[in-house]
């Protein structure tokens, strides 16, 4: 284990110029390295791959491509790709000239695209050909004249947007062609998840890409011999800046993967011989439950970086698959602040050394799960949390007057910007931004993902964690995935748990009753819905909200459905009759 200090000294270092001001924007730093890293690898995908100097070139040329178009700085162009390294080449170009590029989930289509694209008012969308059959679902409710350009071959009505760039100089681009936007201009717009309700368009600057970037070379340590093997999507923070961004700056490569194989990831791996991984903690898992083969265990890794590895899937994956270094952390990307567990302490998702306590300040406030806010006293101010009590966290804003405190840059949206913060929290006056996650700190300073604020729900006069009660359910021998969320039941107030798992072949419900007696009896689940898969929205998290709607009516649910009889103590299937009767109020609940 590397020293914990070190890294965070590293970090610290590396975003100093950036926080004085002094540090170029990220299109401008990549032509400095391609001066000093010219023909090395920067990005390399199965069949296509840019040099340093490549990487460059082709955003001079998209950049050029941007102004022979009319695009100028404050317009914005949305961009639909799969990952590939002329992906990163058209939002660095792009915003190289002051437009900022909008990054589109691959997998919306229709309405849900169509409020996408429209929330940014771009001048032009830039698709990949293979995706061009998503977009026209949603064309009918663009407008007419919003100019469409094709990424590769295969659609025959569009320009195409890669020949065109091809033709333009590929040189580095003057201020007399158009002059560099600044380190608080807007680079990215970068979309939440939309796990519940449609996804908001989030402000990037580049400011604080350059934040991100060198932050994590910092802690990760980036260098020419690191190889990050990258199969996020990069449409996201993570995918598509940090992961690609912080080897980048250190003179390692990325190798870009369109999507995850459990199957063949370790093969992958060591053959492209990668030194990094960024995970999200699904990918973990899904490690976990392949059969062995001899791969996994003679590769290059010295560090995995990644968040969402459960507690109960850390240790088993870093042993089974002798990972050195794990580096869990905590953040949003319109986050106020992050979290980063330096120190590989199993389950957490970081800390704050008290060093740097009073740059970001962060608390966690009681939460009033049926309010759906923060509990305040009596004066008005919020509660903080005992030590491993759990609560909303909260981070400082800075004042325009100065101070410390994160920064917020918000969304498309200034609505839903301002529903994100928290007013008059300790003080009168000041302004704390809501992570709408809940939390607990231990002794130590080490926080704990306990929940999102939306997916805790009240039952029996008290809150259910979701994500306690799935990790309970998953360590049951058979079932290999699980998602908890509540549900309504006519004449009960609150909501009754109700859980979604993956099975194997043989399981039995009956087996998983007595794995449930180690939590309280309001928080085992009264309801179980047996699905072959669990479907994740682009960043890998579960679709609960869909599940929620579906509940457990068998009209409007095809799968097993089961419902924990308490007087029988067994599982019984879910019928119409049945249904009736637990709607009716005539089961003990």
Not at 131 to 140: I, P
Not at 245 to 271: C, I, Y
Not at 332 to 351: H, P, Q, V, W
Not at 410 to 431: E, M, N, T
Request: aromatic share 8%.
């Amino acid at each position: 284990m590397r020293s914990p200090v070190k890294a965070w000294l590293r970090a610290l270092a590396a975003t100093a110029p950036i926080e004085r001001g002094q540090a170029p924007i990220l299109p401008l730093l990549i032509d400095t390295l391609a001066e000093r890293f010219d023909a090395a690898p920067a990005l390399l995908a199965r069949d296509a791959a840019l040099s340093y100097r490549g990487l460059a070139q082709a955003a001079s040329r998209y950049a050029r491509w941007g102004l022979a178009q009319g695009l100028r700085a404050g317009d914005v162009a949305c961009l639909l790709m799969g990952n590939c390294p002329d992906y990163m080449a058209i939002w660095l170009g792009l915003s190289r000239i002051g437009v900022t590029v909008s990054l589109l989930n691959t997998n919306l289509t229709g309405e849900p695209l169509a409020h996408a694209i429209q929330v940014v008012a771009p001048r032009c969308v830039l698709v990949g050909a293979p995706l061009y059959a998503g977009l026209k679902t949603a064309r009918a409710r663009l407008p007419g004249a919003l100019a469409c350009w094709a990424h590769g071959a295969g659609e025959p009505d569009l320009p195409r947007l890669d020949l065109e760039a091809a033709r333009m100089p590929a040189d580095r681009l003057t201020d007399s062609e158009q002059p560099a936007p600044s380190l608080e201009d807007r680079a990215l717009f970068i979309y939440t998840s939309g796990t519940t309700g449609l996804p908001k368009a989030a402000n990037v600057s580049h400011f604080r890409l350059m934040q991100w970037i060198h932050w994590f070379a910092g802690l990760m340590d980036t260098g020419p011999s690191d190889r990050m093997y990258n199969c996020l999507p990069m449409y996201h923070s993570i995918g598509g800046v940090v992961a690609t961004g912080a080897p980048l700056v250190g003179g390692g490569a990325v190798v870009l993967r369109e999507r995850f194989s459990a199957r063949e990831f370790w093969q992958d791996l060591v053959q492209e011989r990668c030194t990094l991984f960024q995970y999200i903690g699904e990918l973990c898992r899904y490690l976990l439950a392949t059969p062995p083969q001899a791969q996994e265990r003679r590769h290059a890794l010295r560090l995995c970086c990644g968040n969402g590895l459960r507690a109960e899937v850390w240790e088993q994956f870093q042993s089974r698959f002798r990972i050195p270094q794990i580096l869990e952390y905590y953040a949003a990307t319109e986050g106020s602040f992050s979290l980063y567990n330096c120190e590989g302490r199993t389950g957490a998702i970081g800390r704050i050394p008290a060093f740097l306590a009073h740059r970001v300040p962060v608390a966690l406030v009681k939460f009033d799960t049926e309010a759906g806010a923060p509990m305040r006293d009596e004066a008005g101010q919020c509660l903080r949390c005992a030590p491993n009590e759990v609560g909303e966290a909260i981070g400082a804003l800075s004042k325009e007057s100065g101070g410390h405190g994160g920064r917020f840059e918000g969304y498309a949206d200034p609505q839903a910007s301002q529903q994100k913060i928290l007013r008059d929290v300790f003080a009168a006056g000041d302004a704390w931004y809501r992570t709408g996650d809940l939390m607990r700190q231990d002794d130590q300073g080490f926080f704990y993902f306990v929940d999102r604020v939306g997916d805790t729900f009240r039952w029996k006069g008290e809150n259910v964690s979701t994500g306690e009660v799935a990790a309970v359910i998953s360590a049951c021998p058979g079932v290999s995935d699980a998602a908890v969320y509540g549900v309504a039941v006519p004449g009960t107030e609150g909501r009754a748990g109700m859980a979604a798992i993956v099975v194997e072949a043989r399981f039995e419900p009956a087996a998983l009753r007595p794995h449930l007696q180690a939590l309280p009896a309001y928080a085992r689940p009264l309801f179980l819905r047996i699905v072959p898969t669990m479907e994740l929205t682009g960043t890998f998290r579960l679709k609960k909200n869909e599940l929620a709607l579906q509940g457990y009516d068998p009209a409007r649910v095809s799968d097993p459905l089961y419902f924990d009889d308490r007087a029988l103590e067994a599982y019984v299937k879910i019928d119409a009759a049945l249904y009736e009767r637990i709607r009716a109020g005539r089961l003990r609940l």
